[in-house]
Each structure stands twice: as C-alpha cells, then as structure tokens.
C-alpha cells in the first residue's frame, strides 16, 4: 500500500477537482438554446460535436431557425431548415490542450437575406456582412454565446434565443460504455498508533472524466459532528487509472447542524491494478474541538469494469 500526503488545504469549498485530459477525451460543442419570460435559458436540443478534439482540425458546422423558438436545425453539409429565417456558419478549430481546457479559434458569420415575397432568401458571402473571428479558452461545463437572436424577421419567439459554443467530455454521457468502480475506506490512527477503520468498505461507480460523489458515514464525539465526504473523477491510463479526489471535511455541534466550519483537500494519485493507495488527510485544527488533532486517512482501490 502506497500513502500520499494530503496536497492543498483551502478554507472554503473547492470550485472543483482539476485533472488531465487528452484531446480524446475532450469535444467542443455547439447548441441552441432559448428563454422565456417567467424562466431561465433552455437547450432546444440541438448539438453539434466537434467529436474528439483534434489540434488544428477545422470543423465547420451551419445553424439555420425558422418562424418558432424551438425551429433550429444544425447541419454539417451547409444545408439549411425549410423556410429558414436566419443562418450561421460557424468554424471551430482547435489549437492547444492543457489538463482539461480546451483553447480554440471560433469563426462565425450570419447569412445575408433578401426578402422575396413572403419568403426569406439566405446566403453567405465573403463580402457581407463580414465573419467574427476570436480565441477561447472553455473547461468542461464553461460555455460562451456564439450570437443571440433578436429583431429576426419572420422570427416570431417571443424570448430570446442564443446559440452557444461549449466544451464537454468526449464521448457525451449516454454513448459512455465504460466504467471505474472505486472502493474507500476512512481510517483514523489512534494515538498508540494503531488504525480504527471508521468506516466499511465504500464502493462508487462512474463514468471516466465525470466527478462521481462519496459520502462516509457522520462521526460523532463530544456533541460535535463530522462528516467527510467528497468528489472523484477518475482518467484511464494504459496502465493505471488516475484519480483525482476532492476531499470535504466538515463539522459542527450536534448531530443536524451543518453550518459549521469546513475544509477542502485536492489530492492527485495514481492507482495501478489490484493497488491500494492512502491518502492521509491534514489535522483539522483547533477549531474542530474533538477531532482537532485526530489524523483520519482514506484508502483508495480502483478499477475498470467494462
């Protein structure tokens, strides 16, 4: 059994866990998406995936909506939606990849349109109106609003519509086929140091490169209450599963009140087939009474079942 030191200790809650990925995990994405008034932004539920990223790969994809809020359609061919009343043309192409940001070069133009009867016609030129040109930079989650629609003719939705470029684990999480399962323990050694496993064998599943949660269960001394908890994401290697794990600690008088102090530790480990790593946590503190000075580890067991 291995044992790492615990890696940072930060006073309130971690945004999240960062952790490494290659471009094959990673998609860029484009979606449509629209408000109401009496509610917030909506996916109309319809994407377009870069599909894995790939370093200076142009991916050129065409939106086109008709006459309704929900009346989008995405192509790859340039094609357009039946009686269309605006189109995009919107290039992606990827330049860099660092853990899990995704920089890339976004270019999109609006179709011109001229009015023929009661019909919309749309083109796109090179001349008019002119492309938009940036360089972003997204982590999974991160998104930015590629344009967003208003005073379209024709377009008769009364919110507001956008169309919004994002990243995202690759592949999306209904086609994912595999899957980790991570046993825990939480261990704390006692002063005589002998160990007390405070805890039985926990064991979660999920998908790679998405966080999965934990939860051990509630320790209670002197009143006061302790719980530990916290978030995993693990990433396939060829030889090992990495794992990243975010750990919460968090206490308060009684066994219901959980407005009390709390602490986050990030820890980043390797855990190789039939391997079992421990990663020793930070003393909490003074501020802690009981549990302040008591050392609590938790183990780790990780595989890969399909």
Request: net charge positive; aromatic share 8%.
């Amino acid at each position: 059994m291995r044992t790492i030191p615990w890696c940072l200790l930060i006073a309130h809650l971690a945004a999240g866990v960062a952790h490494a990925q290659t471009p094959n995990d990673l998609q860029v994405r484009l979606g449509a998406y629209t408000s109401s008034t009496d509610g917030g932004e909506k996916p109309v539920g319809v994407w377009f995936s870069t599909g894995p990223v790939a370093i200076g790969k142009r991916v050129t994809s065409t939106f086109s909506v008709g006459e309704t809020c929900d009346a989008f359609s995405v192509s790859s061919d340039g094609s357009l939606r039946e009686r269309a009343t605006a189109a995009w043309r919107i290039d992606v192409t990827p330049t860099r990849v660092v853990r899990d940001a995704v920089t890339f070069r976004l270019r999109w133009q609006m179709a011109g349109g001229r009015v023929q009867g009661d019909r919309m016609s749309l083109e796109f030129s090179d001349a008019f109106p002119p492309p938009d040109d940036l360089e972003l930079t997204l982590r999974p989650g991160e998104s930015w609003p590629v344009y967003t629609l208003r005073n379209i003719y024709r377009y008769s939705c009364g919110g507001t519509s956008s169309i919004r470029v994002s990243v995202d684990n690759y592949p999306w999480e209904e086609d994912e086929r595999r899957l980790v399962v991570a046993d825990l323990w939480l261990v704390e050694r006692l002063s005589n140091g002998s160990e007390a496993q405070r805890s039985q064998p926990l064991s979660v599943r999920g998908l790679p490169n998405r966080p999965f949660r934990f939860y051990f269960d509630s320790i209670v001394d002197a009143n006061v209450t302790l719980d530990i908890y916290g978030t995993l994401i693990s990433r396939l290697e060829s030889d090992a599963i990495a794992i990243s794990v975010e750990t919460r600690s968090r206490w308060a008088p009684g066994s219901h009140n959980f407005s009390g102090p709390q602490r986050s530790v990030r820890s980043d480990i390797q855990v190789k087939p039939a391997e079992t790593v421990e990663i020793r946590l930070p003393m909490l503190g003074d501020a802690a009474g009981p549990f302040a000075k008591r050392g609590f580890s938790i183990r780790i067991r990780a595989r890969q079942l399909r």
